[in-house]
């Protein structure tokens, strides 16, 4: 009896011609992700992907970590066995045993995708059902909600025998819908927008605008923290770390303080754009929600818009702050989110912001800047940080 890994991956099953594209993909990916837990063999079959563990791989920390693998359904660590029913039944005793020892009730449900097999679905179960309530007198049969569901499945090389499944991370494949940029502050937004965008498949690259000696070297390290926490799901994250502090001095001394805020915005867009093209990534990523800040209302955010020459994804758009809140301590960054260290779209925060402004205004406003030359030099200046978990 050989322990072995069972991966469904759900939305991938959908993708028609396409779909062994997304699967190596997911397996390209489940291989880099798993490596710190071993070397895994790999193996598609009807819906399936089989890893099967090499000598010396740690099956427990494969498992921690498939659960944040994004193209995963679900999954099971499952015993492969010969397709023999009194060894199917010996092997569902002893492997299960540490379930339903503890359990009250269970039931069986049987797949029979190798139609060679002598016994059909139903007679599966009726058989296995039996034998474990002989071995097992303090068990019964719930066949609706039962503690444990024992699976046997009869594919083409082996019997497989599980529990429950495990419940993955879903969506899609990291990388299979391409590359975006993700704005990220410090706050509690960002991080959650970053892991819900590199959910659809999006790899990420992170863009975080620094102004020392108003921001601190504690605030880029909370920053280093958060996409650690995100990277346990979208896979390594390449940083850049614009300095800003030049570009937010001659906004505060050049521009309207009313409308600070909403350049400041433009010249990060303009700037993150350029690292966006650099990277080859096409869209940009913002944690902005309706209303929750001045510079979020509709007209500011048309103005913020106005400079971007690629898509800006904003999946946190309709969502109230305790929707976010509970994303982010599900991922485990709302308590690094909440330390108090400051990040540069707190520094010279107007007293009185425009809510309403118009992009003409803004415009004229930013005629004292050399915009271009500004964002050119912030980007060529970004340092780079590699952040994986």
Known sequence: ???????????????????????????????????????????????????????????????????????????????????????????????????????????????????????????????????????FPHLSVDVHNPDVTVNVEIRDTHAYIHGNQIKGAGGMPTGSAGKAALLISGGIDSPVAGYMMAKRGLELIAVHFASPPYTSERAEQKVHSLLKQVSKYAGRIKLFVVPFTEIQELIKDNCPEDIFTVIMRRMMMRTAQLIAASEKAGALITGESVGQVASQTMPAIACTDAVCEIPVFRPLIGMDKDEVVAISRKIETFDISILPYEDCCTVFTPRHPKTRPTIGYVEECEKALETDRLSREAAENARVVYINA
């Open 1 to 135: 009896m050989k322990e072995i890994i069972l991966i469904k991956n759900g939305e991938l099953a959908l993708k028609g011609l396409n779909r062994r594209t997304f699967e190596d993909m997911l397996i390209k990916n489940m291989r880099r992700r798993l490596e710190p837990a071993g070397k895994f063999k790999f193996t598609v079959a009807q819906s399936t992907i089989v890893a099967e563990p090499e000598d010396g791989a740690d099956i427990e920390e494969a498992v921690e970590r498939m659960e944040k693998i994004f193209g995963i359904a679900g999954f099971s660590r499952a015993a492969a066995v010969e397709k023999d029913m009194e060894t199917i039944l010996r092997s569902a005793e002893e492997y299960l045993a540490p379930l339903l020892l503890t359990a009250r009730t269970f039931k069986v449900e049987a797949k029979r995708a190798d139609k060679k097999f002598p016994l059909k679905s139903p007679e599966i179960c009726a058989e296995t059902g039996g034998y474990l309530l002989r071995k």
